[in-house]
């Protein structure tokens, strides 16, 4: 201690060191400066160790400087704990070290200057404020606090592992070099500035508080932020050089403020990860994740404008939110696994992997670009906003995974892009999905609410698994859309492009459904064993051509109103059910199907060009060719349950026709219309089931060879013919059918031709003469008022004939064997023979006869309604009754059997040459019976004759037999003589009736 007096001794040196000396100073050990003497000027304190030069000083215990004594300029603090002087000089301080006073060099830069280490284990603290001039300060070992305020000159250099330095930014003021494995702590920093420049491998945390770097910090180690700190930067501040940033209870990296931010520059950080609550503010500026090691950040990550986070090496996670303003990038050879809800609401440029695996259900953001790989595994990516970004990459993902677009336009180009994406795609309305080029989505069900569009120039195909949904899927380019399986229902619209193709493919063993109102004008194709299906108001009527190959299925049961197409190829099914098949526009001259056309009530509707069918028809509604239009049949092509209509023309004229009952049929349900249709040797018409059907057009059978012609088959139905037909050898009405010919109908057949009837055949409606060669059948026959003329050979007709008309019979043999009933005159030509055999009559009709009448095979005794002509009657045993006869019979009278006069006026002018092989009687029940006229007074009736009271017995000619008169006998025509070669008997009712001459 120094002396008393006036002026006060200061106190010495606790340990002064000459030069080259060395002081260690244990712990438990303490030295102290002398305290400085009281008087009326107080001493100085004396300074604890004094160093001259090139000493070392070590210090694990107690060092202090004397305290100033008491008076005037007294301090009452400390002096120096160390003094140290002439350069060279090293102080150590440990951590177990207590200081009391400044550690101060006032070498400067002599000798090299003064260095200061903080060595030991453990932790120590010393102040800031305290160590005072040196050239370097280092930190060699311990875990330091430094308290108090620093200096700029106080640039720290620290080295060995879990060596470390915690301070403030008051007490941290220099550089700080930072070796491996040590560290520099912020800790609940009240808010401040730390200017100064990280460097080296060591560490970085903030431990609460607000810290700002203003320095362009180059440190490598980790950065951690943890108990709500807030590290932002501001400036030229940098964080360390790929830096690890580890975020924990609610910290906040903040950006926004520093010169990155506002240069849009960017902070490379080794990895990043965070929990919930922290949150990085970008501002304008950028992070670039450069090697990250699987961290996750479960935070929020937001900036805005020219904001940018990248990953562009290792693995990164995200948890959390991120919002920037240009899109999150992830690098080639860069991996980014969302956790959780992790979302990135902007939008993603992967160039590496994007991996959706440990996601809760999915990940959102707005839109994909670049050219990696996006892994869904089974989880579901949301496109919010596709901004019309492309993606040039791959999306894989497992069966439960989906592809979720909710608006924009998002582009995929890429031809193996979806190859190993087996999930849904999902597209909201608004949002537009866009596969270019040869993009394609083979295995995804895909629901179109919005917009899926199929770009870029064919003829490339793009695929999806199904298509369902209600929106619009446009095809571009020539392109084409392929379904790859079963079970999709699309309600919306495909269509295309202007001036551009779009065509639909069903590929095999795959099935759609369709019930929207399709403007695509492009092909369908449907390959293998694949369905198409339109129900309610589906149409696919711009399409140029469907195929329906194969195996394949066109369904159009379902449709509200049918269905249209423009022309259809192939040899698969189409099923019409209850509705009708429009084909509206072929482009081909002459197209083809050769598969089965089947259904209920449903029909084909042919509006123009020409179409082939080589297939049977199974369908039993109409077909309708309109007038520009041709069907023509081919190979087992058959309408045969179809009303065919036709205004256009039905070529029949293919010469391999094959029908499961005769080759060379065209066989339909029923025929109507007034086109054409065409046949060729040796195809024949074979009508089914005609409903009421009226045709009125031409049917033309082509000529050839007789007898290898075709026929009419009327199968079964009403089928009427409105106009005038020409058959070249044959029509056949079977059983249960009716032929009709309207008021325009006729029916023409050769000689050699001829109608076999064994249902209905009715002329009635008609005023044309019917012809044919021969007839035939029990069927019923109704004539017209123009009659039938018969050119042929040999006919035998056992059923019924009736109508207003008459039979012409040109030549050869008619034999009718039932009861008819028809009203106008049969003729029977020179050299033509008439028969009437069983039951066969001709009440109503006149016969005029010039050929053979032969009622020889009649089992019951037949009725005329009368008989004329100079042909020869043939009675055979039989009675013939006249109903109502009228003319002049002046041909030969055969056989046995009697004439019965049962009405009208009949004039008997044959001559015993010609009666002389008849034998039998007359009966005269009414009307008037004159046998010879004036002008054939040699007319003779052989045999007796019996007039019954309504008949009379007229004539000029000779009664070979007895007359017996019940009724009137009146000679002659006017005035005349009737011989009676037997004996006359007259009842009392009977009147003998003379004509005489005044004279």
Excluded at 98 to 110: C, H, K, R, V, Y
Excluded at 507 to 528: D, P, R
């Amino acid at each position: 201690m120094g002396g008393g007096g006036n002026a006060a001794g200061n106190g010495g040196a606790g340990v002064a060191l000459g030069a080259g000396s060395n002081l260690t100073i244990d712990q438990g050990a303490a030295v102290t400066g002398g305290d400085g003497g009281t008087g009326a000027f107080a001493g100085q304190g004396g300074v604890g160790i004094v160093a001259t030069g090139n000493s070392i000083v070590q210090v694990n215990g107690t060092v202090a400087g004397g305290l100033s004594g008491q008076g005037s300029g007294s301090s009452n603090s400390p002096a120096d704990a160390i003094d140290l002087s002439g350069g060279g000089n090293l102080v150590g301080i440990g951590t177990t070290a207590q200081i009391t006073g400044q550690i101060f060099s006032s070498s400067g830069s002599t000798n090299g200057g003064d260095s200061l280490a903080l060595i030991g284990g453990g932790s120590g603290t010393i102040g800031a404020g305290q160590l005072v001039g040196f050239t370097s300060y280092a930190v060699n070992g311990g875990q330091w606090t430094l308290t108090g305020t620093g200096n700029a000159s106080q640039n720290w250099a620290i080295s060995g592992s879990t060596t470390g330095l915690t301070g403030t930014t008051q007490s941290l003021v220099g550089t700080i070099d930072m070796g491996g494995g040590s560290y520099v702590s912020f800790l609940n920093n009240p808010g401040g500035t730390y200017g100064g420049v990280l460097s080296g491998a060591g560490d970085v945390s903030i431990n609460g508080g607000n810290v700002t770097f203003a320095g362009q910090n180059t440190y490598t180690g980790a950065t951690a932020l943890s108990n709500g700190a807030t590290l932002a930067l501001t400036g030229n501040g940098t964080l360390g050089n790929n830096t690890y940033v580890g975020m924990n209870g609610s910290s906040v990296l903040d950006l926004s403020a520093s010169n990155l931010a506002q240069n849009s520059a960017t902070q490379n950080l080794k990895d990043l990860a965070g929990d919930a609550g922290s949150v990085v503010h970008l501002g304008t500026g950028r992070i670039n994740i450069t090697g990250a090691g699987g961290q996750v950040f479960n935070g929020t990550i937001d900036g805005a404008g020219a904001a940018l986070f990248t990953v562009s090496g290792g693995q990164w996670g995200l948890g959390g939110t991120v919002t920037t303003g240009l899109p999150f990038v992830i690098q080639g050879g860069a991996q980014v696994n969302i956790y959780g809800d992790g979302t990135i609401t902007n939008g993603v440029s992967v160039n590496g992997l994007l991996s959706l695996g440990n996601a809760n259900q999915g990940f959102t953001t707005g839109f994909l670009q670049g050219s990696g790989m996006v892994a869904l595994s089974d989880k579901t990516l949301t496109l919010t906003d596709g901004g019309d970004s492309t993606f040039y990459g791959q999306v894989t993902g497992a069966a439960g995974s989906t592809l979720h677009l909710t608006g924009g336009t998002q582009i995929f180009t890429r031809d193996v892009g979806f190859q190993f994406f087996s999930g849904k795609t999902l597209i909201d309305p608004g949002a537009n999905l866009l596969l270019n080029l040869a993009a394609t989505m083979p295995k995804s069900d895909v629901t179109v609410n919005g917009t899926l569009t199929v770009a870029g120039p064919g003829p490339s195909t793009s695929q999806v698994r199904t298509l369902n949904g209600d929106g619009v899927v446009n095809i571009t380019g020539s392109r084409a859309l392929q379904i790859n399986d079963q079970g999709g229902v699309f309600s919306g619209t495909i269509t295309n492009a202007t001036n551009t193709t779009g065509n639909l493919v069903i590929a095999s063993s795959a099935a759609q459904t369709l019930s929207g109102v399709n403007t695509y004008n492009g092909t369908t194709a449907l390959s293998g064993v694949a369905a198409l299906t339109l129900t309610g108001n589906g149409s696919i009527s711009d399409s140029s051509r469907l195929f329906v190959n194969n195996m394949s299925t066109f369904d159009i049961s379902g449709t509200n109103a049918g269905a249209t197409v423009q022309q259809i190829f192939g040899t698969g099914t189409v099923k019409l059910g209850d509705q009708t098949l429009t084909l509206s526009n072929p482009t081909s001259s002459n197209f083809a199907f050769d598969g089965k056309i089947q259904g209920g009530q449903g029909g084909l509707h042919l509006q123009k060009g020409s179409m082939l069918i080589s297939s049977l028809g199974g369908y039993y509604g109409d077909t309708v060719i309109d007038p520009t239009a041709t069907l023509a049949l081919s190979g087992q092509g058959s309408l045969a349950n179809s009303r065919v209509v036709v205004n256009g023309t039905l070529d029949g004229t293919a010469t391999n026709l094959v029908n499961a009952s005769n080759n060379n049929y065209v066989v339909v349900g029923g025929l109507s219309g007034d086109g054409v249709v065409n046949l060729a040797q040796p195809n024949s018409l074979q009508i089914n089931n005609a409903q009421n059907s009226v045709f009125s057009g031409q049917l033309n059978f082509g000529s050839g060879t007789p007898g290898q012609l075709g026929f009419l088959v009327m199968q079964g139905g009403t089928q009427t013919f409105d106009s005038a037909i020409s058959l070249p050898i044959a029509a056949l009405i079977q059983q249960n059918a009716t032929l009709k010919f309207g008021r325009n109908g006729s029916l023409s057949l050769p000689a050699q031709g001829g109608l076999y009837n064994i249902g209905t055949l009715d002329f009635s409606a008609s005023s044309a003469t019917q012809t044919t060669g021969t007839i035939g059948g029990p069927g019923a026959m109704i004539l017209g008022s123009g009659g039938l003329t018969l050119t042929g050979d040999n006919s035998e007709y056992t059923g019924v004939i009736s109508g207003s008309g008459g039979i012409n019979l040109t030549t050869g043999k008619l034999a009718l064997y039932g009861g008819n009933t028809y009203s106008g005159d049969t003729v029977v030509a020179t050299g033509a023979s008439l028969l009437l055999n069983n039951q066969g009559s001709l009440a109503d009709s006149q016969v005029q006869n010039a050929g053979v009448f032969d009622l020889s095979g009649a089992t019951a005794n037949p009725t005329v309604a009368g008989l004329s002509g100079s042909g020869e009657l043939n009675l055979g045993s039989n009675t013939l009754h006249l109903a109502h006869a009228q003319g002049v019979f002046d041909g030969t009278l055969n056989g046995s059997g009697d004439l019965s006069m049962d009405g009208g006026a009949w004039v008997f002018n044959a001559t015993s040459a010609q009666t002389s092989g008849f034998s039998g009687a007359a009966l005269i029940t009414g009307g008037q019976m004159m046998v010879g006229d004036e002008q054939h007074a040699n007319a003779y009736l052989p045999g007796d004759v019996t007039i019954q009271s309504a008949g009379t017995l007229r004539g000029h000619g000779t009664i070979g037999g007895n007359v017996t008169n019940t009724g009137t006998v009146f000679p002659g025509g006017s005035v005349g003589i009737l011989t009676i070669n037997g004996n006359y008997t007259q009842s009392a009712n009977g009147a003998l009736t003379a004509q005489v001459l005044p004279s």
